[in-house]
């Protein structure tokens, strides 16, 4: 009988315990978002998420200077990069699909890392807008911070449309439902032009001036920048003019004498040329690691894994006495003590010379530089309103002005507008001169190529490559993308 | 009567590791020191009740009652620097570092809580029943779905203690039968199922100030629940002319429902995986075992033991929200291999008008299969999303033409083992083998093709290099060093059969006759034992059963040749 008591004691106490246990997690390193955002420094550092993206890393940063950032891929895809396998070689020769991750990384990331890619970070800062807008701050701290924000969902919207065409851009509504399947249809190419153009108009209106925020945060002039090269995209000439002289009429930016020394140790900082740059270091919380990618391990004194050479195409490109020739190395001894040069490129040099457009920062003891990386330079708003004027009233004195402004710093001589009289000539020059100008900064060559029709046709001359057809301007996406799109999401012509 | 336990279960993983200047790392570094502690703490708490008792005798019944609570404490941090002026401090003077420094911590509490109940009945070992029921709540799960319930019985039929079987006992010493049906729960999901913001360091300044930033780094499912198995066993243990055979029979029905998986949802979203119920699978199969006492004669013996199984894991039901890829199917296999079937090496003058952009020596790929196209030639969906399919060639290879080519699991696996005693002689052996499998040659595939390496880099590789397709060697075994080039790649092209029957093992052995020694020694026996003599199998790679990657360790061959003494 006293079993069948505690037995009955048991089981009230279970139904009571039943009741009025709750069961709750704790995690110490997450922050409840019911307690979120709440202060100016919650609002800072939702910002400073949404640069994160846009920083340097081969983990989640679009702008690595590895075969994970867009520099490395586009300029690979044109005559300015090259290499004996991976992205450098397949994506040299045009030869890439929907299974090639290295390529629809960029948009939906790794099948086996969730969350990576880049697309969905445009959500993030979809998201961010909204909060921010919903959160108690006042509200000059509400308008810098979406200004900010504004601009890098407009940086990443046009970087990601400049690989893939229109993308999939998710409504807040649906954003704010994650449970509820919503199978998505890209942007037409019109209504994607307006979203990017949009974010950057209203970030131009209410970010800083140049000069007047940190060095690395987004200014009037980025936005600016941006917008340039989504109109030249869009060959909207007369919007690229417009754009070009707002730049111009901040009276912030000029042309630097030294070229080289732009990518010294602290050489971007400070310069009134760099429109905007990313601060990098060696411990990486942003990275640069462009020593690590193109230096061979037998250089001296402190090499690296030589995933990547030039062409020697491109190195004949250029005129003699160019200083940004220089940054090509052609020639080198190495560790070993023999001279490695054209005629003796051992395997680091033989498809082309060293892109070393960096200070070989021999002081790096990781993988890393402190270098930072410069994506944008006052010197694209001079050829661009070079090539605007052009193509709106034909070649002429200014335009042609514009162009010696650049070659004049690089230390050649300049262009007779008779000999450039037709604008096809004009804009050979132009493309020209951009290849050499702007080469492993932010892989924009490969767009100038495909405005100037000739990304296939110039892959063709100089590759002979089969796989260089015209729906390669461009890029595939994931077989991913297109089966959870469930028939709304189109793929690219050619890849299906 | 009553029993209170508690038990502490104490986890502390240390690494302390340091990278000296000698090492190419390390000397890049100037030295790098590292801790790591993760500590992982389980508390339980138990109380149970217990009370047994008979009616009219020979019905026993005993009846069990419990609560129990776990609580789980983890923590973790990780210290480093790099820059050190001497390797002596080791990782024992962080502070001496000059370099990049590495700080990390965090930590969870979760907690588990159960109910249960369980009846034993047993009626003269004839019958017998065991039900259990037990209730089940865990925080990780958000609000809806905290607790579970899990039923569960047994029952076993003792046959041959029937007295109708009293007749039949010489022949059949055992006969028993199992039948069990019951259901466990799973809430294992690694963190928990709330919404919650990560903060990390996202923003490095000009003067290289880092800044954290903070973003959504999980989302709540507040529908999450536990994820349960439910079994069906039927078993059936036996023993028949004297003990001279005896084996047992399992047949397992074994459903998983709810299943618990990092479920991608729309890409679109920051976080675009959710842990979720993602659907159903199935898991049927058998298990035989015999043991068979062959002849049994004076100083001989031979003894013989058989095992069988195989098992079948299909999905039975999918995520309503499924982005299945077009050759997926509702009940493919769980570890299902779908491929392009292979048409063979294209040969000079070929012409493979579905892959235009296929060069000589690659591999021909099957047109099987082809996309329901719109008027504007994309491919339409039916009403639940997933895309249409014609079934007939349509001029182009995609992911259409992919087939079921099978699963990466075995059909069957077999053993038998053998033990031979003749006087002081023994003699063991065992085969083992599993059939019904495919495989592809991973060292050929990376080192036996392609030529490239070598040309590149001056690789090594093997021999049936020489043999690939050249335009002068047009081969139609071996295709060219760019084979891997084409868009759709190899197919099923290098899949073999891997079926393989293995002696895993064979020992003979010898007992020195004790009159040898006298009363020095209790025993001395000599034996000489092989591990892995021989290989049966149509496979032609390094080993059927290790050949899982590239340049994987094999089973390796042993023999000893040894003495036992005891003293």
Redesign the interface.
């Known amino acids: 009988m006293k ?2 008591k ?2 009955f004691f ?2 009230i ?2 139904l009571f ?2 009741c009025t ?1 709750d ?11 019911s307690i ?2 709440q202060s100016e420094a ?1 609002v ?9 993206p846009l ?1 340097g890393s081969w983990w989640d940063g679009i702008n690595s200077t590895s075969e994970r950032g867009i520099m490395f891929v586009l300029d690979a895809t044109t005559e300015i990069l090259s290499g ?2 991976s992205v450098q070689q ?1 994506g040299h020769l045009l ?1 890439y ?1 929907p ?1 090639d991750e290295d390529v629809t990384y960029f948009y ?2 790794n099948a086996s890392t ?2 990576s ?1 880049f ?6 800062m979809t ?2 807008i909204s909060l921010i807008e919903e959160s108690k701050v006042s509200d000059e701290i509400k308008k810098k911070a979406i200004a900010e924000i504004r601009c890098a969902r407009g940086m990443l919207a046009y970087n990601l449309f400049d690989m893939f065409g229109p993308i ?3 409504p807040l509504e ?2 704010q439902k ?2 509820v ?4 249809a890209r942007l037409s190419n019109e209504e994607m032009v307006k979203f990017i153009e949009d974010d950057l108009n209203a970030a131009a209106a209410d970010l800083p001036l140049p000069g007047e925020t ?3 945060r987004f200014d009037k002039g980025v936005a600016k920048m941006l917008l340039i090269r989504l109109y030249l995209h869009e060959k909207q000439w007369d919007k690229v003019l417009s754009t070009c002289n707002d730049i111009q009429g901040y009276n912030y930016y000029s042309l630097v004498p030294d070229y080289v020394g732009m990518w010294d140790l602290n050489g971007a ?1 400070n310069c009134p040329e760099v429109i905007w740059a990313i ?5 990486g ?2 990275e640069n690691q462009w020593q690590l990618m193109a230096l061979p391990s037998n250089y001296a004194p402190m090499g690296g894994w030589a995933t990547v050479q030039s062409t020697w195409h491109f190195y004949d490109s250029f005129e003699e006495n160019d200083v940004r020739k220089t940054m090509l190395i052609a020639e080198y001894t190495g560790t070993d003590g023999n001279v490695y040069n054209r005629s003796n490129p051992g ?1 680091n040099i033989d498809l082309g010379p060293i892109p070393l457009k960096i200070n070989p920062d021999d002081q790096r ?2 993988s890393l530089s402190t270098v ?1 990386i410069i994506i944008y330079r006052y010197a694209d708003v001079i050829l661009s309103k070079a090539e605007a004027i052009a193509n709106l009233s034909g070649p002429n004195q200014e335009a042609m002005d514009l162009v010696n402004q650049i070659r004049h710093r690089a230390g050649i001589p300049d262009k007779k507008l008779a000999d450039y009289s037709t604008l096809d000539k004009f804009n050979d020059l132009i493309l020209l001169e951009r290849s050499h100008e702007y080469w492993c900064e932010n892989g924009q060559y490969r767009a100038d190529l495909i405005r100037h029709g000739k990304f296939v046709s110039r892959c063709i001359e100089q590759t002979g490559s ?2 260089a057809t015209d729906n390669k301007v461009v890029f595939p996406f994931s ?3 297109v ?2 799109g ?2 709304l999401f ?2 690219n012509p050619g890849y ?1 | 009567m ?1 029993k209170l336990k508690a038990g502490i279960d104490r986890g502390m993983t240390g690494r302390w590791t340091y990278l000296p200047h000698t090492t190419l790392w390390g000397n ?3 030295g790098k020191a590292n801790i790591t502690t993760e500590d992982k703490n389980s508390y339980l708490i138990e ?1 149970t ?1 217990n ?1 047994s008792f008979n009616i009219s005798g020979s019905h026993k019944f005993n ?1 069990l ?1 419990g ?1 129990s609570e776990e609580k789980f404490i983890d923590r973790y941090n990780e210290e480093g620097n ?2 050190f002026l001497t390797d002596a401090f080791l990782w024992n003077n962080l502070n001496a570092g000059t ?3 590495t700080v990390k ?9 159960s ?1 249960f109940g369980r009846l034993n009945y047993n009626f003269k070992d004839r019958y017998l029943v065991t039900m259990t029921l037990r ?1 089940d ?4 799960f958000a609000r809806n779905n ?2 579970a319930t899990f039923p569960s019985v047994a029952l076993g039929w003792n046959v041959a203690e029937e007295s109708f079987f009293s007749g039949a006992k010489d022949v059949v010493s055992q006969l028993k039968l199992r039948l069990s049906y019951g259901q466990t729960g799973n809430a294992d999901i690694g ?2 199922a ?13 003067d ?1 100030a ?10 709540e ?3 999450l629940k536990w994820e349960t198995t439910t079994e069906a066993n039927f078993g059936l243990d036996f023993s028949v002319f004297n003990d001279k055979i005896s084996g047992s029979f399992e047949l397992f029905n074994r459903v998983i429902s709810d299943l618990l998986f ?1 479920k ?11 842990m979720a119920n993602v659907g159903e699978t199935q898991s049927r199969g058998f298990e035989l075992t015999i043991t068979s006492n062959n002849i049994t004669r004076g100083d001989f013996q031979w003894k013989t033991m058989f095992s069988f199984s195989s098992y079948n894991d299909r999905w039975r039901k999918r995520a ?2 499924w ?4 050759f997926e199917n509702v009940d493919d296999p769980v570890r299902a291999i779908h491929e392009y079937i292979s048409d063979g090496i294209m040969q000079i003058g070929d012409v493979v008008p579905a892959q235009p ?1 296929l ?1 000589p020596g690659q591999i021909k790929i099957k047109d099987i299969n082809g ?1 329901e196209r719109d008027e504007n ?5 039916d009403e ?4 249409l399919t014609t079934g007939s060639p349509d001029g ?1 290879i ?2 259409t033409d992919k087939v079921l080519l099978g699963t990466s699991d075995p059909k069957l696996i077999a053993g038998m083992s053998n033990m031979l005693t003749y006087k002081n002689f023994s003699l063991n052996f065992d085969f083992n083998g599993m059939f019904g499998r495919q495989l592809v040659d991973p060292n050929y595939t990376e080192y036996g093709v392609s030529a490239e390496g070598i040309y ?2 001056g690789y090594n590789a093997l021999r049936t290099v020489k043999d690939r397709w050249t335009p002068s060697n047009p081969s139609t075994t071996h295709p060219s060093s760019y084979y891997g ?1 084409s ?1 759709q790649g190899a197919g099923d092209f290098f899949y073999q059969n891997a079926w393989f029957i293995r002696l895993q093992n064979i020992s003979l052995g010898y007992k020195l006759p004790s009159n040898w020694f006298g009363k020095v020694l209790q025993e001395a026996r000599f034996h000489v034992d092989a591990q892995n003599l021989f290989v049966i199998t149509p496979y032609t790679g390094v080993d059927p059963e290790t050949d899982s990657y590239t340049a994987a360790y094999p089973n390796v061959r042993t023999i000893t040749i040894g003495l036992n003494v005891n003293f």
């Not at chain 1, 709750?24 to 390193?29: A, G, H, I, K, R």
């Open positions: 079993m069948k505690i037995l048991l089981m106490v279970m315990g039943s246990k069961l709750n997690p704790v995690d110490y390193s997450d922050i409840n978002p979120f955002p919650d800072e550092a939702m910002v400073y998420a949404c640069y994160y920083r004996k396998f397949y030869n699909g299974e939906d990331g969730p969350g890619g697309y969905n970070k445009i959500s993030r998201l961010a999939v851009i998710a649906v954003l994650p449970m399947e919503k199978p998505l940190e060095y690395g900082q601060p990098c270091n060696y411990e919380t942003s395997d003891s990781t930072d089969p796989y077989r991913r993308a089966s959870e469930k028939g189109i793929q299906n | 009553v890049m570094e100037n109380g009740v009370y009846v009652a609560v790099t820059g370099g990049t420094k911590s965090g930590g969870a509490d979760n907690l588990m809580a109910y209730t709540g865990a925080s990780v905290k607790w963190n928990n709330f919404a919650a913001y990560g903060a990390y360091p996202a923003y490095l300044t000009g290289e880092k800044h954290i930033g903070v973003s959504l780094s999980r989302l499912n507040p529908d990092l991608p949802i729309n890409s679109y979203h920051d976080v675009n995986y959710v309503d929200d982005k299945p890829r077009v952009l060069q996309y030639g994309n491919p339409v969906v639940n999303g997933h895309f182009i995609d992911e590149t880099y080039w868009d």
